[in-house]
């Protein structure tokens, strides 16, 4: 059986891309299953309720040789354990292609907004494969989760498209009441712990002159963050100091005001993003005005410095 899993930290695009996936396959007979490396966020929680769809199991690691494929990522340092003991058959991604393979194996990448994109348009539509509702529902959840509702610089005219397609399946009347119910779950932290709102979102990086942390916090309620900012930095160090990291940098995402602030490691990164990123202090945190995608905008800028 192959097994089908997103990154590390997963969000919505990384789940649904794989329970979509695997519905696909499994409907050509092929013997495939999702899995999910780390507990849901809220988003997909909601997400998964809504359309009445299974959650996938937990696992952190598999049997060296186990068939796998990747979904929504191909860094080995947002993948499971020993990916490198793994037999990666395929991957499926829309993010910048940096994994080695010691084999041909099936590659499929698009720049578009969602891993769950490709998977309804290239797998799906070209193939006149029935969807049904809850997997049109999931593809189009998290297509509009990882473009921010069409907001991400991420955003392409297929997304749209194909946006529009999903929400007659799975019956989505009004897409921009729908996308705000997402945000909003997902932005319903209550007493969530600092640690695990840095590793909400949280992606590992090797750039150049050292390997860096990303952790990203997309929400309707930026206070939230801001005022947790004295724990924040605390975590922050001690999270550098035991993944042994160069810096990390943690990401406030406004999604309705397209802004971000930011908190680092320590002065040094402090200086390091202000100066990539021509950030200004407001509300107590580096602030840049549209810079809403980790993506597009903030790891180009760290893999050419
Ligand atoms: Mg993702
Ligand atoms: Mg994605
Ligand atoms: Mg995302």
Same mark, same amino acid.
């Given at each position: 059986m192959k097994h089908i899993f997103g990154h590390k930290n997963p969000d919505t695009d990384s789940i649904c891309s794989a329970i979509a996936y695997a519905d696909f396959l499994n409907k050509q007979n092929i013997d495939a299953k999702a899995f999910a490396l780390g507990s849901l966020n809220k988003e997909t929680q909601f997400v998964l309720e809504y359309f009445g769809i299974e959650a996938p199991e937990q696992i952190d690691k598999l049997p060296a040789g186990t068939e796998v494929i990747l979904v929504d990522h191909n860094e080995e340092k947002q993948s499971i354990d020993k990916i490198k003991d793994l037999d990666i058959v395929e991957i499926i991604d829309h993010h910048n292609l940096k994994i080695e393979t010691n084999k041909p194996i099936s590659v499929l990448f698009k720049p578009v907004g969602s891993t769950c994109t490709i998977i309804a348009e290239e797998k799906y539509f070209k193939n006149n494969v029935e969807l049904t509702k809850p997997i049109a529902g999931i593809l189009l959840s998290a297509l509009i989760s990882d473009t921010l509702f069409f907001h991400s610089p991420t955003t392409t005219d297929i997304d749209k498209v194909v946006a529009e397609k999903l929400s007659k399946i799975a019956e989505v009347e009004n897409l921009e009441e729908f996308s705000l119910k997402l945000f909003n779950a997902k932005s *319903?932290?209550? *007493?969530?712990s600092v640690e695990k709102l840095i590793k909400l979102d949280y992606k590992t990086y090797d750039f150049k002159d050292g390997t860096y942390s990303i952790g990203v916090m997309e929400t309707t309620n930026a206070k939230f963050g801001l005022d947790k900012k004295e724990d924040i930095l605390i975590k922050l160090k001690e999270l550098k100091e035991s993944e042994d990291l160069s810096g990390i940098f943690f990401t406030i995402i406004d999604i309705l005001n397209e802004e971000s602030y930011t908190f680092t490691s320590g002065d040094t990164e402090d200086a390091l993003f202000t100066k990539l990123f021509s950030a200004v202090e407001k509300n107590n945190a580096l602030y840049v005005d549209k810079l809403i995608s980790r993506k597009k905008q903030i790891v180009p800028v760290f893999e050419k410095m």
């Amino acid at each position: 059986m192959k097994h089908i899993f997103g990154h590390k930290n997963p969000d919505t695009d990384s789940i649904c891309s794989a329970i979509a996936y695997a519905d696909f396959l499994n409907k050509q007979n092929i013997d495939a299953k999702a899995f999910a490396l780390g507990s849901l966020n809220k988003e997909t929680q909601f997400v998964l309720e809504y359309f009445g769809i299974e959650a996938p199991e937990q696992i952190d690691k598999l049997p060296a040789g186990t068939e796998v494929i990747l979904v929504d990522h191909n860094e080995e340092k947002q993948s499971i354990d020993k990916i490198k003991d793994l037999d990666i058959v395929e991957i499926i991604d829309h993010h910048n292609l940096k994994i080695e393979t010691n084999k041909p194996i099936s590659v499929l990448f698009k720049p578009v907004g969602s891993t769950c994109t490709i998977i309804a348009e290239e797998k799906y539509f070209k193939n006149n494969v029935e969807l049904t509702k809850p997997i049109a529902g999931i593809l189009l959840s998290a297509l509009i989760s990882d473009t921010l509702f069409f907001h991400s610089p991420t955003t392409t005219d297929i997304d749209k498209v194909v946006a529009e397609k999903l929400s007659k399946i799975a019956e989505v009347e009004n897409l921009e009441e729908f996308s705000l119910k997402l945000f909003n779950a997902k932005s *319903d932290l209550g *007493d969530i712990s600092v640690e695990k709102l840095i590793k909400l979102d949280y992606k590992t990086y090797d750039f150049k002159d050292g390997t860096y942390s990303i952790g990203v916090m997309e929400t309707t309620n930026a206070k939230f963050g801001l005022d947790k900012k004295e724990d924040i930095l605390i975590k922050l160090k001690e999270l550098k100091e035991s993944e042994d990291l160069s810096g990390i940098f943690f990401t406030i995402i406004d999604i309705l005001n397209e802004e971000s602030y930011t908190f680092t490691s320590g002065d040094t990164e402090d200086a390091l993003f202000t100066k990539l990123f021509s950030a200004v202090e407001k509300n107590n945190a580096l602030y840049v005005d549209k810079l809403i995608s980790r993506k597009k905008q903030i790891v180009p800028v760290f893999e050419k410095m």
